[in-house]
Every structure is written in structure tokens, then in C-alpha cells.
């Protein structure tokens, strides 16, 4: 079997049919790779690029193309290693690694479907030693039989009625967990959030009081500051190290990107002075970009998105390094259905994964791929069984949802405002 094209298919639709979610985002565009070959056989992947600059997408994976065409996929990883460094001088990070890791999906994707397994199994397998050893030198890796999983929450949508009735709806909907957001969000106004510490840690401790009274204990709970990507300001090590202090008592899953990731330094002492567990990553593209932040200890929980991380093989090799700090990994998924999937299989591959985030009310652009593939019970996630991903891009849905030029998300700056 050879591969005979490459092609880059953009889609807009529906972000969400979240309620809540579309207070704050009713678009989203995405970037799908397929990979044709002479068997009929065709993979399909996605790359997260799709979702902020969708229009850079296209010209990337032509440029890698014509290295893939002709070849057969019975070594991957050779040939994401050919294309890395065929654009090593500006796909070392960044834009062209997250492109690639679109294209390797849909090669992993393509395998699946030809040896009719599931590409978790293919991933586990063949990374299996990379993983923590015992003292007597046997591998500590072992399948996942179900992994919990919690609906990504976006911001906290305000007066607080509001997110009890977020919270209340996604227990409606079978999620045992949730991730709400700092701050607060008022529809028609955006958020509102303080930089001060006091204030801050105020704000977000009886936000966790609240939610605890309200669901109990039992309800697996984590929080998201967004400093990674926040539009308005950007926490100091301070203000995360008040807000994380006040939200010890209320045992959280784990507290998501308290700083930006331009200072890792902040994050290793943040780490240091706080019991509440740490999480983070999603901004991060290559195992080169992360071992920085790993090496510093710079997380409690490490959060790659295998539709960002330049590609499955380097996801897991991330996990890999994080099990040797001795970190979990719970992986980022905020990207369409073929994203989605992608982080479920890397979730299922990796034994240190400690949960999943789904997109709860997905929109069109996840359900028309994922079908039935994505199966929840009681709150965990079960192994997917298809070859493959287990995902299928049809043409009705092509048609149906045909790729509007701006739907990217950005920051707004004067100059460039987001209205999607």
C-alpha cells in the first residue's frame, strides 16, 4: 500500500451545542488531513492549528507532500522524522509542528484500519518500554480497562445560578468530573477576573465552596485560569500562588494553567509552594519544547494535546518523560471530533494517564466523525474498538459545513477583534 496524495480539508460549524459554551464561542473552524492511497484505504487526522489559523494549514502540508507520496507506512515515525527535518529551521516548534501533527494522525489512523486495530494498541505497543520500570527492571505498563473523564468546562459562566445550572447540566449528561473556569463570564459582557491576590483567591475559593456545597465531594473538580492563552491579563507568580493556596482545602483534580508559559521558572516554584496539583501543557508543541518544563518540574500534571504536540509518537513520548518525574498526564482535547479521538487513543496508549477531557454537547464537527466510537459509562471512558480512530469524514459533511474565512479563534487586539 502507497500513499498517492495529501489533501488539507477546512470545515466551519457549530462550535458547540453546549448552551453554555456558545455564550462565549458559536463557530469553530478545523483542519482535517487526509491521506489517499492506492489500496483505498484513507487516514484521516487533525491538527489544533485548525482551530486559531486554519488559513495557514493548506500550504504546510503541501509543502510536506511530496516526502510522503510513494511510500508505504510501515515506519511512521521515519517518515514524521524526514518531515521534521525538512523544516527543522521553522518546525522545530510551533506552527509546522503542530501540522504535523495532523499529517502523523491520519498516518496512525490509515495503519489502524489496515491491520484492523485500534491505534491505542498500535501507540501502547510500541512504546511500552519507555515508560517507568521497577527496580527489577519490569516495565510498569499496563491497559487501561476505563479512564474518568470530565467535561471541559470554558469559563465560569456568571451570576453563580448560572454555573450551578452549567454543572448541573453536564451531570445531566453522564460526567461524573468538570472543569470550570477562573473568573467569571457575563453573556454580552466577556470576563471579568482580578489580578490582585487577595481578591483573587477570594473569588475563586468561594466560587470551589460553593460548587462543593452545592454537588458534594464526590464530583471531580478542576479548575482552568486560562493564563496560557487570557485575552485581558495574565496572573504573576503571586496572585497563582494565593489563588492555589485557597483552593487546597477543596481537593481539585488539579488547578490548569495558573501562569503563561513564557516563565517556567514561575511555574517550578509555584509547584513548590502548593499542594494543589499543578497542571499544564496544551501551548506546547515538540518533546523539545517540553522537557524544559519537565526537566524544572514545572507541572503535577502534564497536558499534551495530541492534535497540538506535533503528532501521537511525540505525545507519548512526553508521557513517557513525565512518568520518569513521576507526573500523570490528563490530555488537552479542544479541537474537532478527529482531535478528540486522537487524545483518547494517546490517553488509552499512555499508563499514566489520570483523565481524559471530552467536549460535553459536542457540535457536528465532532459528532458526524466520532459516531459511536466515543462510548461513556458511569463517568469513565471505555476503550475504543474500531480500527483506527475510529472516525469517518464524509462527504455530506464536507458539504454541509463549508470553511468561512476569520471563524480561527484569536485574541482580540485593536486592530484584529474576534466576532465568531
Not at 493548506?58 to 524526514?82: C, T
Not at 466523525?369 to 458511569?378: E, F
Amino acid at each position: 500500500m502507497k500513499i498517492t496524495d495529501i489533501k488539507t480539508i477546512l470545515l466551519t460549524g457549530p462550535c458547540t451545542n453546549d448552551p453554555y459554551l456558545s455564550e462565549a464561542r458559536q463557530l469553530r473552524s478545523a483542519a482535517f488531513i487526509k491521506v489517499e492511497t492506492d489500496s483505498g484505504l484513507t487516514g484521516i487526522g487533525e491538527t489544533y492549528a485548525g482551530y486559531f489559523f486554519p488559513e495557514g494549514v493548506p500550504s504546510i502540508v503541501d509543502f510536506f507532500k511530496p516526502i510522503l507520496v510513494g511510500n508505504g507506512i510501515e515506519d511512521i515515525p521515519e517518515l514524521w522524522q524526514r518531515m521534521y527535518h525538512c523544516g527543522n529551521f521553522w518546525c522545530r516548534v510551533g506552527l509546522g509542528a503542530i501540522v504535523l501533527a495532523g499529517i502523523e494522525a491520519a498516518l496512525w489512523d490509515l495503519k489502524g484500519k489496515a491491520l484492523r486495530l485500534p491505534v491505542y494498541k498500535l501507540l501502547g505497543e510500541a512504546k511500552k518500554d519507555d515508560f517507568i520500570k521497577t527496580e527489577e527492571g519490569k516495565s510498569l505498563y499496563s491497559e487501561h480497562d476505563r479512564i474518568p473523564c470530565y467535561a471541559t468546562g470554558g469559563p465560569s459562566n456568571y451570576p453563580i445560578d448560572k454555573l450551578t445550572g452549567k454543572i448541573a447540566f453536564y451531570r445531566s449528561l453522564g460526567f461524573h468530573g468538570v472543569k470550570v473556569g477562573a473568573g467569571a463570564y457575563y453573556k454580552g459582557k466577556g470576563s471579568e477576573i482580578s489580578n490582585n491576590p487577595a481578591e483573587a483567591a477570594d473569588f475563586e475559593a468561594a466560587k470551589a465552596l460553593y460548587i462543593r456545597q452545592r454537588f458534594g465531594n464526590d464530583l471531580w473538580l478542576a479548575f482552568d485560569a486560562h493564563m496560557g492563552n487570557h485575552s485581558k491579563l495574565t496572573w504573576g507568580l503571586e496572585t497563582a500562588t494565593a489563588v492555589a493556596k485557597a483552593l487546597e482545602p477543596f481537593n481539585l483534580i488539579f488547578f490548569e494553567e495558573p501562569l503563561h508559559y513564557n516563565k517556567p521558572d514561575e511555574y517550578a516554584e509555584l509547584v513548590k509552594r502548593t499542594t494543589t496539583p499543578i497542571a499544564g501543557g496544551e501551548c506546547l508543541t515538540t518533546v523539545g519544547e517540553w522537557q524544559t518544563f519537565i526537566n524544572k518540574d514545572c507541572f503535577n500534571i502534564g497536558q499534551p494535546d495530541a492534535s497540538f504536540t506535533a503528532g501521537p509518537a511525540q505525545f507519548m513520548q512526553v508521557a513517557a518523560l513525565l512518568s520518569a518525574h513521576g507526573c500523570a498526564v490528563a490530555p488537552h482535547a479542544w479541537g474537532a471530533g478527529a482531535s478528540q479521538m486522537q487524545n483518547i487513543h494517546c490517553g488509552f496508549a499512555c499508563p499514566n494517564t489520570k483523565i481524559l477531557e471530552v467536549a460535553p454537547a459536542y457540535g457536528p464537527l465532532h459528532s458526524e466523525l466520532i459516531g459511536d466510537s466515543l462510548q461513556i459509562k458511569d463517568g469513565y471512558v471505555l476503550p475504543p474498538e474500531k480500527p483506527g480512530l475510529g472516525i469517518e469524514l464524509t462527504e455530506d459533511t464536507i458539504n454541509r459545513f463549508p470553511f468561512i474565512p476569520g471563524t480561527g479563534e484569536f485574541n482580540s487586539v485593536p486592530g484584529k477583534i474576534l466576532t465568531t
